[in-house]
Nanobody, 115 residues
Framework: QVRLVESGGGLVQPGGSLRLSCAAS????????MAWYRQAPGKQRELVAN???????NYEDSVRGRFTISRDNIYYRVYLQMNSLKPEDTAVYYC?????????WGQGTRVTVSS
């Protein structure tokens, strides 16, 4: 059974930083692309960044240069380092992967950027 558990969200001032973490279980982690999505109030869920098993990364345009996705294939974790946060980054952030054509999601962690 695939399980994804996010942590690290919270309230931060504009310009601040947060590091999100996702602990994965139930998959051969190093074989799977892992992704971070976010959903802001009243908006559709969108891809923020993803990382392949070998470490190739992809970023949504608005976060490129501010966010960094990384992974630890020993401890089955994926991270999202978020710097220079803006109010428009406020959202619930979800960890996700696809196995056998099925998408799996964590419960989400809320990030609020506000002064």
């Amino acid at each position: 059974q695939v399980r994804l558990v996010e942590s690290g969200g919270g309230l931060v001032q504009p310009g601040g930083s947060l590091r999100l973490s996702c602990a994965a279980s139930g998959i051969n982690f190093r074989l799977y692309t892992m992704a971070w999505y976010r959903q802001a109030p009243g908006k559709q869920r969108e891809l923020v960044a993803n990382i392949t098993g070998s470490g190739n990364t992809n970023y949504e345009d608005s976060v490129r240069g501010r966010f960094t996705i990384s992974r630890d294939n020993i401890y089955y974790r994926v991270y999202l380092q978020m710097n220079s946060l803006k109010p428009e980054d406020t959202a619930v952030y979800y960890c996700s992967t696809i196995r056998a054509s099925l998408a799996y999601w964590g419960q989400g962690t809320r990030v609020t950027v506000s002064s």
